[in-house]
C-alpha cells in the first residue's frame, strides 16, 4: 500500500511504486531530450542552467547557459566579474533579480566556502535566490541526494496521475504535492528520477496532454475520472497592475541621456532613458512642450506588471541636467545592460 500518508483513499493505482518507477523511467530513456546542463555532474553548472531556466523557454534558456558558461567556466570567474558585466550577459532574459542574485551567491560560495559549492539540500537552499525546487534539483542532479522536486510540471503530471484537487498554490497544496513526490521518489537513482517526472510535464502531460503517449495512461485517475481539463487546480488568479512608462530620448550633438535605475523592483540596476512614470499612457503637459513626436506604445508584460511605455524624442538637450542624468555618444548604448523593452525600441528604430 502506498500514498496512503498524502491520500488515503487514493491509493493503489499502481501494482506497486515499482511499476511507476519502471514505466517513467523506460519512457524517460527512449524519449528524454538531449540538454548540455544534463550531460554533468557539476553543481555550478547545474545552478546556472536552473536559475536560467526559470520561466525560460528551453530554446532561449541554452543559448544563455552557453553564454553563460563560455564567460564564466568557473564560479570564481562569475564571483569575479562586475555586476555589469553580469547584467549585460543576461540582458534579454528579463527577472533581472536572478542574475543579481547569481551573482551575489558566487562570490558568497568564493568567500565564505572556500569556492567549494555545497553538497547537502539543506546547505544549497541557504544561497540567495534559491528555493525549495531549485536546491532539491541541484542536489538530487549533482549529488544524488533523495530530495523530489516539484515544478510546474511535476504540479500538473501528479494532480493528475492521482486526481488530486487541492489547488497548488494553497499551503496545503504545496505540502501534500511535496510529501506525494517525496513518497514517490525512486531510492537508486534519484536524480533520473526527478529528471523523468518533470520531463512527463513537459513533453507528454502539457495543459494540452498527449494521453496517447502517456506512460501511466492506464493508471491515471483524472483520466478515468474525465478530470484532465480541471487539473491542476488554482486557488488565485494573479492580480496584474497596469504601469505607464514615458521615456525622455534626448538628441543632441550625437548624444543622448540614460540613468541608472535605483530603485528596488524590476530593472534595478539596469540603464533606462530618464523616466516619468504616470497613471495613463496620456503624455504629462511637461513633455508635450518639448517632445517632437512619441514613439508608439510599447506594451512589456511580466508577470505580476503590464508596462505601456511611449518613448518621447526631444531634439534638445534638457533644459537641465539632474544629477542622475549620465551624458553618453548614442552609440554607448548598447555597453550598458539595458531591459528588454528598451532594447527592442534601440532594435525598431535602428530598422526604420
Ligand atoms: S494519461 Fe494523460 S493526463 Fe494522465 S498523466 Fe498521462 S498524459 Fe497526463
Not at 558566487?106 to 539543506?122: C, R, S
Not at 533520473?192 to 494521453?211: D, I, K, R, W, Y
Not at 480541471?230 to 488568479?237: A, H, V
Request: hydrophobic share 35%; aromatic share 12%.
Amino acid at each position: 500500500m502506498f500514498l496512503s500518508l498524502v491520500l488515503p483513499n487514493n491509493f493503489q493505482f499502481f501494482p506497486s511504486m515499482t511499476d511507476f518507477h519502471l514505466l517513467i523511467a523506460d519512457w524517460y530513456r527512449l524519449n528524454h531530450r538531449i540538454l548540455p546542463w544534463r550531460e554533468t555532474t557539476n553543481p555550478y553548472f547545474i545552478w546556472l542552467s536552473e536559475i536560467i531556466m526559470q520561466q525560460t523557454r528551453i530554446e532561449q534558456g541554452t543559448n544563455y547557459y552557453l553564454k553563460f558558461i563560455a564567460a564564466y567556466p568557473t564560479i570564481q570567474d562569475l564571483a569575479k566579474a562586475s555586476e555589469q558585466d553580469v547584467l549585460n550577459n543576461w540582458q534579454g532574459l528579463g527577472y533581472y533579480s536572478r542574475a543579481r542574485n547569481l551573482h551575489f551567491s558566487a562570490k558568497y560560495v568564493v568567500d565564505e566556502l572556500d569556492g567549494k559549492f555545497p553538497k547537502k539540500y539543506k546547505e544549497i537552499i541557504k544561497l540567495k535566490g534559491v528555493g525549495t525546487y531549485t536546491a532539491a534539483a541541484i542536489a538530487s542532479f549533482a549529488y544524488n541526494e533523495r530530495c523530489a522536486v516539484v515544478d510546474g510540471n511535476v504540479y500538473r503530471f501528479l494532480s493528475r496521475v492521482f486526481d488530486v484537487s487541492t489547488p497548488i498554490d494553497s499551503t496545503q497544496g504545496k505540502k501534500e504535492f511535496q510529501l506525494l513526490a517525496d513518497e514517490l521518489i525512486e531510492k537508486a537513482d534519484p536524480g533520473t528520477h526527478n529528471q523523468a517526472m518533470m520531463e512527463m510535464g513537459s513533453l507528454v502531460c502539457t495543459p494540452n496532454p498527449n494521453c496517447e503517449e502517456c506512460p501511466v495512461q492506464v493508471h491515471c485517475q483524472a483520466r478515468k475520472n474525465d478530470t484532465i481539463k480541471e487539473r491542476p487546480i488554482k486557488s488565485k488568479k494573479t492580480k496584474v497592475r497596469d504601469r505607464f512608462f514615458h521615456y525622455l530620448v534626448y538628441s543632441f550633438d550625437g548624444k543622448t541621456i540614460i540613468t541608472k535605475r535605483t530603485e528596488k523592483g524590476i530593472w534595478q540596476n539596469m540603464y533606462q532613458f530618464p523616466l516619468i512614470e504616470t497613471e495613463s499612457t496620456e503624455i504629462p503637459k511637461s513633455i508635450s512642450k518639448d517632445a517632437q513626436f512619441s514613439s508608439s506604445v510599447q506594451k512589456h508584460i511580466l508577470s505580476h506588471q503590464r508596462i505601456f511605455a511611449v518613448f518621447h524624442h526631444i531634439e534638445a538637450e534638457p533644459a537641465k541636467l539632474e544629477s542622475d542624468y549620465i551624458t553618453i555618444n548614442k552609440e554607448e548604448i548598447q555597453d550598458y545592460p539595458l531591459p528588454r523593452i528598451i532594447d527592442r525600441y534601440l532594435e525598431d528604430t535602428a530598422n526604420q
